[in-house]
């Protein structure tokens, strides 16, 4: 069966460091992905999206890579603030079905 | 532009109760979903729709249903309510047109609702 893993619960970094969150599939080829912030007690906001054929995404402090060969998605937040402390998503999307979301990453960015 | 808007904040419901939870978007968009997201569970998807007049089951259907008779609006029905039933419900909306990217999707507020 399709599965998206995120592959921790909670990640802890400190102010300034680069935060670095890793999304995995398996049985699935996804054409796009997208990455989505969620703060708590609010629905999810939207990233970032890439394409299948786009190595890398900018966008400025957040940087998204797409590895096909390594079914694998990493999301970069450089210069991390405390501000930046959420829990971020990733989501799969293959031809005409809808998104399916990862369980999420919550960051705790210390000052 | 309000974005989605989702209807009530709250809710506590008793076992086997029925209530609407409403959604409407102002953003003219085709596409709108309806999802459930438990703690550390992600976002299961319950319905879906691709325009008014037609939805689809997502990955939890069952205890659910909907209806989509205008672009804005789409309810989502429990006739039955049951414990497992407890969680927080998220509205969203996305443009999508045939032939081109994937677009985002925006969230409402959500509605947490209580099954007791």
């Known amino acids: 069966s399709q599965k998206i893993e995120q592959n921790s619960e909670a990640l802890n970094i400190q102010e300034g460091k680069t935060a670095t969150l890793t999304c995995n599939y398996t049985?699935?080829?996804?054409?796009?992905l997208q990455w989505y912030r969620q703060d708590p007690g609010r629905g999810p906001v939207f990233l970032l999206l890439?394409?299948?054929?786009?190595k890398e995404k900018r966008k400025e402090r957040l940087k998204v890579t797409f590895d096909t060969t390594l079914k694998q998605s990493l999301f970069h937040i450089t210069a991390s603030q405390p501000a930046d402390s959420a829990t971020y998503l990733c989501?799969?999307?293959?031809?005409?079905?809808?998104?399916?979301f990862g369980k999420g990453t919550r960051l705790s960015v210390i000052a | 532009n309000a974005g989605v808007t989702q209807t009530p904040k709250f809710r506590i419901l008793k076992i086997g109760q029925s209530m609407t939870l409403q959604c409407t978007q102002d953003?003219?968009?085709?596409?709108m979903y309806w999802y459930r997201q438990d703690p550390g569970m992600g976002l299961k998807l319950i319905y879906y729709?691709?325009?008014?007049?037609?939805?689809d089951k997502g990955e939890v259907p069952n205890g659910y249903n909907v209806s989509r008779s205008t672009t804005e609006d789409f309810p989502l029905r429990l006739e039955l309510a049951a414990p497992s039933q407890t969680s927080v419900y998220f509205c969203?909306?996305?443009?999508?047109?045939?032939?081109?990217?994937?677009?985002?999707?925006?969230f409402g507020p959500g509605t947490r609702l209580t099954v007791l």
């Open positions: 969203a909306s996305s443009r999508r047109t045939s032939g081109t990217t994937y677009n985002e999707q925006f």
């Open positions: 049985n699935y080829s996804p054409a796009y």
């Open positions: 890439i394409r299948e054929n786009e």
């Open positions: 989501a799969f999307l293959s031809g005409n079905t809808p998104l399916v």
């Open positions: 953003m003219n968009h085709n596409y």
């Open positions: 729709s691709v325009g008014a007049g037609i939805t």
